[in-house]
């Protein structure tokens, strides 16, 4: 299955809303970045699991979901963010790291163990610094880490 591009206009549209969505979460504006970046994502054509720029949106929109503890909707999120046919999300560890993250926060103990895994095998103990460190304290309580 090939991958579907979008056309040099709709790129360019969607590359100013990310940028205007950035401005927002980076002043702590999530509301205002959720609305611009589900705008743009809502522009993506169908099929929106074929293109990868469906991936950088999802992924955007589920890390404010998680930023503001709504961790159902950032877990759904970063599922179809991992799942785009593109590729792009599958081994991304930041995607892995906060699908992980979700699911340990919804109890969802297998899944946050097996994410967080592929994350820490993608980019070791360092993705995890800038987190709480129970996330780290978790994959380490249920995995021997020491024979990774």
Avoid: C, H
């Avoid at 293109?51 to 929109?61: A, D, Q, R």
């Avoid at 709504?70 to 759904?76: G, I, N």
């Avoid at 792009?88 to 097996?114: C, D, M, V, Y």
């Amino acid at each position: 299955m090939k991958n579907i591009k979008v056309s040099e206009q709709l790129q360019s549209e969607l590359d100013e809303l990310a940028e205007e969505g950035n401005k927002y979460f980076d002043n702590n504006e999530y509301d205002k970045a959720l609305e611009i970046w589900k705008r743009a994502l809502d522009l993506i054509p169908e099929p929106k699991k074929r293109i990868s720029e469906t991936v950088w949106f999802l992924t955007s929109i589920g890390d404010i979901y998680f930023l503001q503890g709504k961790y159902e909707e950032a877990f759904d999120n970063f599922e179809d963010a991992r799942n785009n046919l593109s590729g792009e999300g599958i081994n991304n560890p930041f995607i892995l790291l906060r699908l992980g993250q979700s699911a340990f926060e919804l109890e969802k103990k297998e899944l946050a163990t097996e994410n967080l895994l592929r994350a820490y095998m993608l980019e070791g103990k360092e993705i995890f610094e800038e987190d709480d460190k129970k996330y780290f304290e978790f994959l380490k309580s249920n995995v021997d880490l020491d024979s990774k």
